[in-house]
């Protein structure tokens, strides 16, 4: 499937400010980018950084005080693994890659612990597996309002579910901390999001079944095997788009993703279980 993608940013910079950037669509074996490209005005000097395990691509620049506004514009090819989700089981912690453990754990905005007697409860007794997943994607999506202004980016997955409203980033957060709380390692991922309307950065989380990283999106917004991958972490502290430090003002921002390859728009949704990852043999990074 073949994706013309990419953003605009404009800021009003009050001061000088360091912004770290995390736009970049992911090198993953699953991903060919065609063609790329990044543009700052002011042209500033760039600092990039891909982490090794998990291929987050961060930008780092210094900008005066003044106008700043930055263009990425992508062509990709994304090929997605598709399974029957009833034929996906659980991985037994005690069988689970020792990298994957960390993803297990509570996190600054996925309060797992806080979260395991509720999701034990609601949860607990279903059939393990991918369908398991599946069904608190449901159970969110049926209780959880989706609601712009509800949240904000300090907002943690247990201070969603007293609120029983969120946007993408909640969602993705409360399907993340149930899955922990259940012993199913889970995180946080970004992504350009084909069939998202208004089209915007989109958050969903994947879980870790069968030695394989499966996506998962509990607002049932976005195509499902149509998520470009941006980055992926414990939590959205990680993989911010726009991590700023001065002082300065958002002015415009435009986030854009369409199809390609002759395909007509919208697609039907896929209820395929979808993966973006090629796993290595002892490891689940990316």
């Known amino acids: 499937m073949r994706y013309t993608l990419g953003c605009s940013l ?26 790329e490209s990044l543009v700052l005005t ?8 891909t982490t090794p395990d998990l291929l ?29 989700p009833a034929t996906i089981q659980e991985t ?13 754990l509570p ?7 806080r979260l395991t007697p ?9 059939p393990k597996g991918h369908q398991r997943v599946n069904q608190i994607c449901n159970w969110i999506h049926d209780h959880i309002t989706y609601k712009p202004g509800t949240s904000d980016g300090e907002t943690t997955a247990d ?8 946007v993408c980033r909640d969602f993705a957060h409360i399907g993340t901390a149930f899955c922990r709380a259940l012993g199913i390692p889970a995180r946080f991922v970004s992504c350009y999001a084909h069939g998202l309307v208004p089209s915007d950065f989109h958050a969903v989380f994947e879980a870790y079944l069968d030695g394989r990283w499966w996506l998962f999106d509990a607002t049932r917004q ?11 972490g414990r939590d959205a502290a990680e993989i911010a788009f726009s991590t700023p430090f001065g002082n300065m003002q958002p002015v415009n921002q435009q986030v854009r993703i369409q199809r390609t390859d002759g395909q007509g728009s919208p697609m039907p949704r896929t209820v395929d279980a979808i993966s973006t990852e090629v796993p290595a043999p002892n490891a689940g990074a990316a």
């Not at 950037?21 to 060919?32: D, G, I, R, T, W």
């Not at 002011?42 to 950084?49: A, E, H, I, Q, S």
């Not at 976005?222 to 992926?232: M, Y």
């Open 42 to 49: 002011p042209n500033l000097k760039r600092d990039v950084y």
């Open 56 to 84: 987050n691509r961060y930008l780092g620049v210094n900008v005066p005080m003044g106008q700043f506004a930055l263009e990425y514009n992508a062509e990709v090819d994304l090929t997605v693994h598709r399974a029957d």
């Open 118 to 126: 509720f999701a034990q409860a609601e949860f607990g007794a279903l």
């Open 107 to 113: 996190s600054r905005f996925v309060s797992s612990d």
């Open 159 to 166: 201070e969603s579910l007293l609120k029983r409203a969120g």
């Open 92 to 104: 037994p912690i005690g069988e689970l890659p020792l990298d994957i453990l960390p993803f297990l």
């Open 222 to 232: 976005a195509d499902l095997d149509g998520l470009v991958r941006i980055g992926v």
């Open 10 to 35: 404009s800021y009003n910079i009050l001061s000088d400010t360091t912004f770290i950037f995390n736009l970049e669509v992911a090198k993953l074996k699953s991903v060919e980018i065609l063609s």
